[in-house]
Structure formats: C-alpha cells, structure tokens
C-alpha cells in the first residue's frame, strides 16, 4: 500500500513536467512521436477571429528550427495540433477558413494538390465540438496522417500536400501573424 501512495504522489508531482506550456486553458505536451522519431514542442499559440479563442495551435518539430521557410521545406517528421477550444466552429466554418488557408499558403495555386485538399476537407465532414483535437502529423514518403481525437482519420499527400498544409500557418501569409510566432516559439 504504501508503495502506491507513494507511485501516486509521485505521478501527482512529477505530471506537470511533461506539460510544457499552457495556452488558453489548454495543456499542450511538451513532445509527441511520429515516425517512430520524438517530436519537441517548437511553440503553441492561441487562433482567434473577432476577439474569440478558436483553437490552440501546436508546432512539433525534431530540428528546433525557428525559421518558417526551413520548417515547411524539411522533409522529415513534423506535426501540427490543433485543439478546439471554441464550440462556435462547425464543419463548413473550418472547411472554409482552411480552404482559404491553401489559397493564401500557396499564392493561389492550389491546382497541383486540389485532389490532395478535397481529401483533407473530408476529416472536417464530421461535427467538430469544443475539445476536438486534430493531430495533423508529416511522415516523410508516406504523407499527412490526420488525426481526430487520436483517431487515425487519412493519410493525404505528398511533400507538396505538406508544404501547402504548413504553410496555412508559417508561410508569408499565415492564418494569423501572431500564432505563426508562437508556433515557431519566437
């Protein structure tokens, strides 16, 4: 007995470390695996639109690097979460937003990976609730796995997809200047 009491002080003490930051209530996991590779949480910031918190977005990467362009470029496993923290987000709302999320990541060319981004539009056919999780995670030669609530959804695309997808929140032209900061934890 006294031996659980103390495995459960223990885990009570020590839990907070594998937390590495808080961002609008949320706990984001200081590192993750994809591709049998650990990923560290590079930054985590806060989506809003018109003054209300949508989701908290994650950034995980293995290189640590701060630059944008070097992150949507590496071709190696990285991952971005998105936690809904928003219960105001339906189906259409976040087909919308990250239909033109592609638009602006790729200059307006999204022709090469239209195929790629109705597949990706299908994860969000489902109803999307406060506390959904998207775990958009890149497997070098193999894709996007997506993930809803660590339910393996799809695998989609290619490098290009990656790119593209990326790229909604660290290209020139970001969902939002400041989470593009926060995920690359500037």
């Given at each position: 007995?006294?031996?659980?009491?103390t495995?459960?002080?223990?885990?009570?003490?020590?839990?907070?470390?594998?937390?590495?930051?808080?961002?609008?209530?949320?706990?984001?996991?200081?590192?993750?695996?994809?591709?049998?590779?650990?990923?560290?949480?590079?930054?985590?910031?806060?989506?809003?639109?018109?003054?209300?918190?949508?989701?908290?977005?994650?950034?995980?990467?293995?290189?640590?690097?701060?630059?944008?362009?070097?992150?949507?470029?590496?071709?190696?496993?990285?991952?971005?979460?998105?936690?809904?923290?928003?219960?105001?987000?339906?189906?259409?709302?976040?087909?919308?937003?990250?239909?033109?999320?592609?638009?602006n990541?790729?200059?307006?060319?999204?022709?090469?990976?239209?195929?790629?981004?109705?597949?990706?539009?299908?994860?969000?056919?489902?109803?999307?609730?406060?506390?959904?999780?998207?775990?958009?995670?890149?497997?070098?030669?193999?894709?996007?796995?997506?993930?809803?609530?660590?339910?393996?959804?799809?695998?989609i695309?290619?490098?290009?997809?990656?790119?593209?997808?990326?790229?909604?929140?660290?290209?020139?032209?970001?969902?939002?200047?400041?989470?593009?900061?926060?995920?690359?934890?500037?």
């Amino acid at each position: 007995m006294k031996q659980v009491i103390t495995a459960f002080v223990l885990s009570m003490v020590l839990s907070p470390l594998a937390m590495a930051k808080e961002v609008a209530g949320v706990n984001i996991d200081d590192t993750m695996s994809a591709a049998g590779k650990t990923l560290n949480l590079q930054g985590a910031g806060i989506r809003t639109k018109w003054f209300m918190d949508i989701y908290v977005g994650g950034l995980y990467t293995a290189s640590g690097s701060r630059d944008a362009m070097a992150v949507i470029n590496a071709d190696e496993p990285q991952a971005i979460k998105l936690h809904m923290v928003s219960g105001l987000v339906t189906s259409e709302k976040m087909q919308s937003a990250t239909n033109e999320g592609f638009v602006n990541a790729t200059g307006g060319n999204v022709a090469p990976i239209k195929a790629d981004i109705d597949a990706f539009m299908g994860v969000f056919q489902e109803e999307i609730k406060e506390n959904d999780v998207f775990d958009l995670v890149y497997v070098p030669s193999k894709g996007v796995e997506v993930y809803k609530n660590a339910k393996l959804k799809d695998t989609i695309g290619d490098m290009t997809f990656k790119k593209a997808l990326f790229g909604i929140w660290l290209s020139d032209n970001p969902a939002q200047d400041d989470l593009k900061k926060a995920m690359l934890g500037k």
